[in-house]
C-alpha cells in the first residue's frame, strides 16, 4: 500500500469523522490506519526477503523421492541450517514463537484461519527481524549447499515428522515407513527444532 493509497484512507476518515462522530474515527478509521501501515512497511520487509532470496546460489531443480524418506546427510545440513537461523536471531525467536502461536490461538477461537492481513497486523512489530533470519537462512543455504527447492522439501517432511520425533520410539503400526524413519533421523534434533517450528510457518 502506497502513500496514495494511504492518503485516499485518511481522506475517507476524515469524512466519516465529521458525518459520524469521533466514535467512527475510532472504530473504523484508526484500525483502518494501522492495518494501512502495518501492509506498507511489511510489503517493503518482504520485498527485501525477496531479493535475499535470489543470493541463494544452488539452483538445480531438486528431484523428491517418491516415498518422501529423507537421508542423513539431508537432515545433518537442514538442521545446521536452523542452527543458523537460531543462533542469529538468539532470544528473539521467541518472539516469532509467541506471534505464532497468537495467532494459533486467533484460529483456534475464531475458527478460521488467520488470514494475510491479521499476519501482516501481527508482524509489524518485528521490524527486520524476518528479514535478518532470512539473511542467516541464505548464508547457511549457500554453506551448505542446498538449494531452497531442497530445503523446502527436507523443511516440509522434517515439520510434518516432528511429532513423531517428539516422542521417544515410534508406535509399532508405523514401523519401516517413511514418517517412522524421518522421525528417527529428527529424534536427536528435536529440541532445536521445537524451538524453530515458526520460521517455517514463515517460510525460513
Same mark, same amino acid.
Given at each position: 500500500m502506497n502513500k496514495k493509497v494511504l492518503g485516499g484512507c485518511f481522506a475517507v476518515g476524515l469524512l466519516l469523522l465529521v458525518i459520524g462522530g469521533a466514535s467512527v474515527f475510532w472504530f +473504523?478509521? *484508526?484500525p483502518l490506519w494501522q492495518v494501512g501501515s502495518a !501492509?506498507? $512497511?511489511s510489503a517493503q520487509q518482504w520485498q527485501q526477503v525477496a531479493q535475499l532470496e535470489q543470493q541463494v546460489r544452488n539452483r538445480q531443480p531438486y528431484r523428491e523421492p517418491a516415498e518422501g524418506r529423507l537421508d542423513t546427510q539431508q537432515v545433518q545440513r537442514? +538442521? @545446521?541450517v536452523q542452527q543458523q !537461523? @537460531?543462533?542469529r536471531l538468539g532470544g528473539r !525467536? $521467541? #518472539?516469532l514463537d509467541a506471534k505464532y502461536r $497468537? &495467532?494459533?490461538d486467533r484460529q483456534s477461537r475464531d475458527g478460521r484461519e488467520p488470514g494475510v492481513q491479521d499476519m501482516f497486523v501481527a508482524y509489524s512489530d518485528l521490524s527486520g527481524l524476518i528479514v535478518e533470519a532470512k *539473511?542467516? #537462512?541464505v548464508e547457511a543455504l549457500n554453506a551448505q549447499g542446498l538449494s531452497l527447492e531442497e530445503y523446502r522439501w527436507v523443511r516440509t517432511q522434517s515439520f510434518f515428522a516432528l511429532? &513423531?520425533?517428539a516422542e521417544n520410539e515410534a508406535p509399532p503400526q508405523l514401523a519401516g515407513g517413511a514418517l517412522a524413519a524421518n522421525a528417527e533421523l529428527l529424534r536427536p534434533h528435536r529440541e532445536l527444532l521445537m524451538k524453530t517450528v515458526a520460521t517455517a510457518w514463515l517460510g525460513l
Open positions: +473504523v478509521v *484508526r !501492509i506498507s $512497511e537442514f +538442521v @545446521a !537461523i @537460531a543462533d !525467536i $521467541e #518472539q $497468537e &495467532l494459533k *539473511r542467516a #537462512q511429532g &513423531l520425533a
